[in-house]
């Protein structure tokens, strides 16, 4: 960890003699992920996963978020058996301005709505209870880009948002 800490340090001081890295003109692109998993599903604006955006302006642009998560697991207590078994995923368009930059970093605000499906199975010795939930959500978001290197860089940004969640469950005795 010291080392990657260095090493973006020693980045950072390389570019400063370099032109402006931003992105931010129109046509720009850009391709997003991020590394966290789904109890953050929606951290930043879009979701978790892989997301794209696109500068249709100079400082305006859109972008779509998408996520996909699969997860199963089984386990054995004595005699009794468990199985999980989850599915999720996510679609997030927002869109943004850029209100302010410099030669590395951009501070934005912006838009955007979210749709997150999930759903649960978990099975103790052949009974199934299934658990499925959908979530909508609008918000609003402000943050920065910091540009440590040409073509990459590192987000911070906060969300505030307003959500509707359905959930449905359901007891199915299999013996």
Do not use: C, H
């Not at 890295?21 to 109890?39: C, G, H, P, Q």
């Not at 468990?82 to 943004?96: F, K, Q, V």
């Not at 999930?118 to 199934?128: A, C, E």
């Not at 609003?140 to 906060?158: H, P, R």
């Amino acid at each position: 960890m010291k080392y990657m800490l260095v090493f973006i340090i020693s980045i950072a001081f390389l570019n400063a003699a370099e032109p402006p890295v931003v992105r931010e003109s129109d046509s720009d692109k850009a391709l997003m992920f991020e590394l966290s998993s789904l109890d953050d599903q929606f951290i930043n604006n879009y979701i978790y996963g892989l997301g794209y955006r696109w500068y249709f302006s100079d400082n305006w642009s859109l972008g779509i978020g998408v996520g996909f998560n699969s997860n199963n697991f089984d386990e054995s207590i004595d005699s009794t058996t468990i199985t999980n078994e989850t599915l999720a995923w996510g679609l997030n368009p927002s869109l943004r301005y850029n209100f302010s930059s410099n030669k590395n970093i951009i501070g934005f605000i912006g838009v955007d709505l979210a749709y997150f499906t999930s759903s649960n199975i978990n099975t103790i010795d052949s009974i199934d209870r299934k658990e499925t939930s959908e979530n909508y959500s609008a918000g609003v978001f402000v943050g920065a880009d910091w540009f440590f290197t040409k073509n990459i860089s590192l987000t911070a940004q906060y969300r505030l948002s307003y959500g509707i969640m359905t959930q449905e469950n359901s007891l199915d005795d299999v013996l």
